[in-house]
């Protein structure tokens, strides 16, 4: 037998689960409004019509998820604050970056409707489009699954804390993904996005318990982190072994590379509107603030207070326990302690829902749609759209059931280099009207080749390469000299073909008629 706080903490996610069902409901009668047009776009990206309150919230989640509030904390206690620190460096470069590309991805999205983040890629080549977008789609979807694997393991090893280990991380991690997989199958991105928004003030209720009770004990902060450095286990904790080069490249690359991360560039799309994307983007920022800065900074100190002088830490089947183990010992179960279940739970679904969305759009999409040119009715459609969806959260998990890193870390060595791989050449591209679409096939398919190349045969252990640089620098940096290298050896792409790109021409043709 279970204890009754185990059941109530397995019923916290259906209780999570009908406490967003109203909104998503509510997202599942507008699908049905948007998809008589084009199912596929409401589906992935909401028809391209979520106003900016909505996409604020969205934005909003991707920083206070479980890479930053579970993830973070759990890294900056088992590996170090290096890792934390390098996360605030990525802050540095991404900021004043981010209204500069995201209105520049979100013009040409508007005017052609694009459905996945290959789709402004391929459009922009003019050219190799079914071989490059298979190639982009299976990149991206490598990247993806990682992705979806390492939130899994704060997920489910948070929830396993909470019950003290009565429930398993393996039985976690298939109730949450049913109850994520539930709500795309009824309301798509939509349902995604209302969901954020409640899913956002569910978790800074439980933010704001968690604050008071964190500071509470110790007496303030001050009093907290002058108790947690002066712990036995702080030494370690605070003691820098990466190089120099590492840091510096995490700084220039790092932070560029989330420009284009993927599921990022979906809510580009689903915004209805410039003030979208740019108050999403300042949105964005309030998430950091909270998510990346404040919480792990809080909850590693409050660990470290807590644990730090004891002769070993607690005994967890994943290091993303830490934070759960915490606050168990803090409250006990409670009503408090109930609370900062369900936020954690929140900010668990926030990511992985739209991660799945976009794995099954890059199959069915580019692969399936755009590639092979596979047609089937749209009742087929709607069945291999939701069997995409399940595939790729199986995937997900076999990634999480026997993690051997703390998620950051298999995020830094693994799933960002990959993202970068993808994030450069096309930035370069976006930026450089010379960039042909031989440069940006062979761009791509040279920086992943030397990613996979790099990181599992020539240089398999950590940092992949003999230099000391971030693991994401090598490949990318090959991607983007080969693209600039291969577009300047040939001719350059039709200035036409530019022009409808950017929709210039479109313009041209709408003020001459407004003249007429």
């Known amino acids: 037998m279970i204890s009754w706080w185990s059941i109530l903490i397995l019923a916290s996610l259906a209780i999570f689960f009908f406490y967003t069902l109203p909104a998503v409901i509510y997202a599942r009668f507008r699908m049905k409004k948007h998809a008589e047009k084009a199912f596929h776009y409401e589906f992935y990206v909401a028809s391209g019509t979520l106003i900016w309150f909505t996409m604020g919230f969205a934005y909003m989640a991707a920083y206070m998820e479980a890479w930053e509030f579970v993830g973070m904390p759990s890294v900056f206690v088992s590996d170090g604050f290096q890792w934390w620190f390098i996360e605030m460096l990525f802050y540095l470069s991404w900021v004043p970056l981010w209204l500069l590309i995201s209105l520049r991805l979100w013009r040409p999205a508007k005017i052609h409707n694009y459905v996945t983040p290959t789709d402004i890629i391929v459009h922009r080549a003019g050219g190799y489009e079914r071989i490059l977008r298979i190639l982009l789609a299976i990149i991206i979807f490598y990247a993806t699954v990682l992705y979806i694997g390492m939130i899994y393991i704060p997920t489910a090893g948070v929830l396993t804390a909470l019950t003290n ?188 829902d739209a991660m799945m969305l976009l794995g099954a759009s890059l199959i069915d999409w580019d692969i399936l749609r755009r590639g092979l040119h596979i047609e089937v009715s749209p009742r087929a459609r709607y069945w291999i759209t939701n069997g995409l969806v399940v595939l790729t959260a199986a995937l997900g998990i076999l990634i999480a059931i026997n993690p051997e890193h703390p998620m ?109």
């Open 165 to 352: 280990g009565e429930v398993s991380y393996h039985t976690f991690l298939i109730l949450i993904t049913i109850m994520v997989i539930a709500n795309i199958f009824i309301g798509g991105f939509r349902a995604v996005a209302y969901s954020d928004v409640l899913a956002g003030i569910a978790f800074l209720v439980a933010f704001g318990v968690m604050l008071y009770y964190a500071t509470a004990v110790w007496g303030g902060f001050g009093n907290m982190m002058w108790k947690a450095y002066e712990t036995k286990l702080a030494e370690k904790v605070f003691t820098i072994d990466l190089p120099m080069q590492y840091f510096l490249t995490m700084l220039l690359l790092y932070g560029p590379s989330w420009l284009f991360i993927p599921h990022l560039i979906t809510k580009i799309y689903a915004s209805k509107d410039y003030k979208s994307v740019i108050l999403g983007g300042l949105f964005s920022k309030l998430g950091f603030i909270v998510g990346a800065f404040i919480s792990p900074l809080l909850i590693a100190l409050s660990f470290l207070a807590t644990y730090g002088n004891q002769p070993e830490l607690p005994e967890v089947t994943v290091v993303e326990e830490y934070p759960a183990r915490l606050f168990m010992e803090i409250l006990g179960p409670s009503l408090p302690m109930f609370i900062i279940a369900i936020g954690l739970i929140a900010i668990s679904r926030t990511t992985l």
């Open 408 to 516: 950051v870390i298999i995020g830094y060595e693994f799933t960002w280099p990959a993202y970068a791989v993808i994030a450069f050449p096309t930035m370069v591209a976006l930026f450089v009207d010379r960039v042909n679409k031989h440069g940006m096939f062979w761009g791509y398919l040279s920086g992943f080749i030397s990613l996979i190349l790099f990181t599992y045969i020539i240089w398999p252990e950590a940092p992949h390469n003999p230099f000391g640089v971030w693991e994401g620098t090598l490949p990318s940096a090959v991607a983007v000299l080969v693209e600039l290298l291969v577009s300047y050896l040939t001719p350059p792409p039709p200035r036409e073909h530019i022009e409808e790109f950017w929709g210039i021409k479109r313009e041209i043709e709408i003020r001459e008629r407004i003249k007429a």
